[in-house]
């Protein structure tokens, strides 16, 4: 009994350690939401009545709203953009033996390993000279380059599991390779591209540093904007904010879980 | 038939490689035009200045006391917000650990959540959390304590950094611990170590190479960071993001500013090579 005692004893103080952790972890922009009730101009916590104001100014202030669109129109191109071309590299980097594979694939993967400080100090020299600084081809053309690396990772992943013998028989049957690719391959990728796509895109809607230096005041996005309004004025929207981020990361969290989950099967 | 299929399993190694080309050459392509020539823009600017070449600029952060206080403000900060993310991952890492896979796929979510939350979201939490009137402060009035100083000053830092990092260490050493047989901790009890004992000897041990590797890219990610500081930080918590930040917006200097960013940039590189090492060349760690 006494040894019993003696084995419980410590890993219920590592359970509570790892509670308090967990805690840590989540609590912070959980506290978030019930301030984004408040109802007036003003923190309060807990807020004394519970209403839509915040939600209301969030919506219907041109500015926030302006912000979130362009966000969401770089958002969704460059997801577009870094799908094609991920999933094209990691398509042509898994079927292909070649020297230097492993080279390419390496610097494929960089710009995960570089500091986004020294990407966007570089992109700004050098978009400049394009006229491409203040514009949303520019953001666009930045964003996908932090993108790509996850897009291949993902569809790599989803191509080695694939069972290459399905692409066999359908070649068995006559089928030609880009029919296979457009009939056989890609349909079965299908869940390692969503979950990719939605990666590129979440990446890309919370990316600020990149963002801050390539953007102007016209083609400003949310987390510039966010970034801006904790600086100098910390406006209680952003509270609304936060818990509408929070809950499309908790969205894109669940079904990329959810998607591998169907993937292992 | 069968010629054709074995000819569909030999293309790997065939001339088809031809019609890979297309699939591979853009996403090529657009990072040499996008990614690496801006980084040799950035070499190039901080060697080249207004005087012509000259490595003057790597001269005058290695010498001006200003520059020698950031880069030592930037190590002590990585250093330290890395130690503390130790604390908080390791019992987490160990916690998921010992669950069962459904459990954990669970309890994983917790992890996973703050991973894919804003760096804006947690920023501005931590303000209203750590401020002079802020939540914590709040109750630590109420139980009849004076406020702490919070925010704006290391200790926000601190709290804004683990909070970040503490995901990347948990994914670091959660593949050490579940990696060890479970016929390890048997023997050990059959042999009747306690769980303390059998902690020291046998789990800590074992999860070492993820603890560094972990430890690695956590120092990395601090060294770069650039929101937390600008955000929770005071004027004496500056990092090297926010200096270069600073020359490239404020003064205007870019050479400068550039070289501060290619020291950084190799600092980082170095740091990758040492994390590939420990993982035996598989940065990634998934096998």
């Not at chain 1, 009994?1 to 509570?16: D, G, N, V, W, Y």
């Not at chain 1, 600020?208 to 600086?231: D, G």
Request: net charge positive; aromatic share 10%; glycine share 6%.
């Amino acid at each position: 009994m006494e040894e019993r005692r003696h084995r419980t004893l410590p890993s219920f103080l590592a359970s509570i350690a790892a509670w308090l952790a967990y805690a840590f972890l989540v609590l912070p922009s959980l506290i978030v939401v019930p301030m984004s009730f408040g109802d007036k101009d003003e923190f309060q916590f807990p807020p004394q009545s519970l209403s839509l104001y915040l939600y209301k100014r969030y919506f219907f202030e041109s500015t926030w709203m302006q912000v979130t669109l362009q966000s969401l129109l770089v958002g969704f191109c460059t997801m577009v953009a870094a799908l094609i071309l991920g999933v094209g590299a990691a398509y042509g980097l898994d079927r292909y033996e070649f020297r230097g594979k492993r080279a390419i694939t390496l610097f494929l993967l960089s710009p995960i390993f570089v500091p986004a400080i020294v990407i966007a100090l570089g992109l700004y020299l050098y978009l400049s000279r394009f006229h491409l600084v203040g514009t949303t081809p520019g953001l666009i053309i930045s964003h996908t380059i932090i993108t790509v690396p996850f897009v291949l990772i993902s569809a790599s992943a989803g191509l080695r599991h694939i069972d290459r013998d399905l692409e066999t028989a359908a070649m068995v049957m006559g089928a030609g390779r880009l029919l296979i690719l457009r009939k056989v391959t890609l349909p079965l990728l299908r869940p390692a591209l969503v979950a990719g796509g939605l990666f590129a895109f979440l990446i890309s809607f919370d990316e600020v540093v990149i963002a801050y230096f390539i953007a102007n005041v016209e083609t400003e996005t949310l987390p510039v904007k966010m970034y801006s309004s904790i600086h100098w004025e910390i406006s209680p929207v952003l509270a609304a904010v936060s818990t509408l981020m929070t809950l499309l990361s908790l969205g894109v969290c669940l079904a990329v879980a959810f998607l591998q989950r169907s993937e292992q099967r | 038939m069968v010629a054709q299929a074995r000819n569909w399993q030999e293309h790997r190694t065939s001339n088809w490689g031809v019609f890979f080309i297309p699939f591979l050459a853009p996403a090529l392509a657009f990072m040499i035009a996008a990614f690496l020539t801006p980084l040799l823009f950035v070499a190039y600017t901080s060697v080249v200045g207004d005087q012509g070449p000259s490595l003057a600029y790597f001269g005058e952060i290695l010498t001006r006391p200003l520059y020698r206080r950031v880069a030592e403000n930037s190590l002590e900060i990585s250093v330290m917000a890395t130690a503390c993310t130790l604390l908080v991952a390791y019992p987490i890492a160990y916690h998921l650990a010992r669950r069962t896979p459904r459990q954990r796929a669970l309890l994983v979510i917790l992890v996973l959540l703050p991973f894919w939350t804003s760096i804006l979201v947690k920023s501005f939490a931590f303000t209203v959390l750590l401020g002079h009137a802020g939540i914590v402060n709040h109750v630590i009035e109420a139980i009849g304590l004076p406020a702490l100083p919070l925010l704006f000053n290391r200790t926000g830092v601190m709290i804004g950094l683990t909070h970040f990092l503490v995901p990347f260490m948990v994914f670091a050493i959660l593949p050490s611990l579940l990696s060890q047989p479970p016929e390890l901790r048997r023997a050990a009890e059959l042999m009747g170590a306690g769980s303390i004992r059998i902690f020291w000897s046998v789990t800590l041990p074992l999860s070492l190479p993820g603890v560094a590797a972990g430890a690695m890219i956590c120092f990395i990610l601090a060294l770069g960071t650039f929101v937390t500081p600008a955000l929770l930080g005071g004027r004496s918590d500056l990092m090297i993001a926010n200096l270069i930040d600073f020359h490239i917006h404020e003064t205007l200097n870019w050479s400068l500013g550039s070289a501060l960013a290619i020291m950084l940039a190799l600092i980082t590189a170095i740091c990758t090579l040492v994390i590939s090492r420990i993982r035996g060349g598989n940065l990634f760690g998934t096998g």
